[in-house]
């Protein structure tokens, strides 16, 4: 299967990727969202910044869900993987207080990252403007020209 992954910009997190600063992408969810239980070892992650082309190709893996979250057991996953997540020593707090009211995390181990020579457009149309992450059979189905 294939995702991708849509960034905010000014959170910085591609460059973090491809210099393999962030080897682990999280998603944290109030409830179940995609890429929850659709995402696996294989998959290839395609990651864009908002508004602009796809960029980098990554293949996954690994993958850890983590449920019924309260504040105390994300206190308890941070220190252990915050650092591959691209977060620094100073900014572990405010991700903490990011994340601190989820219920669902998703932790993506990432592997063989790859700038991408051609970059291309996707169409998000039937997946919700906002989405930040879509799933797919197969990317070729949603790239534009």
Do not use: Q
Request: aromatic content about 12%; overall charge positive.
């Amino acid at each position: 299967m294939d995702h991708v992954a849509i960034m905010k910009k000014s959170w910085g997190m591609i460059p973090r990727i491809l210099s393999k600063e962030k080897t682990i992408e999280s998603r944290w969810y109030k409830k179940r969202s995609t890429p929850w239980g659709k995402i696996k070892k294989g998959d290839t992650i395609y990651f864009k910044n908002s508004g602009e082309p796809v960029t980098v190709k990554v293949k996954v893996n690994k993958v850890k869900e983590f449920e019924d979250l309260t504040p105390k057991k994300i206190k308890e996953i941070l220190p252990t993987y915050y650092r591959f997540l691209g977060v620094s020593d100073r900014g572990i707090l405010d991700f903490y207080n990011l994340v601190k009211d989820k219920k669902y995390c998703i932790l993506i181990f990432l592997k063989n990252v790859e700038k991408l020579e051609k970059t291309y457009d996707i169409r998000k149309s039937g997946f919700g403007m906002m989405a930040s992450w879509i799933s797919v059979e197969d990317i070729e189905k949603i790239k534009t020209l």
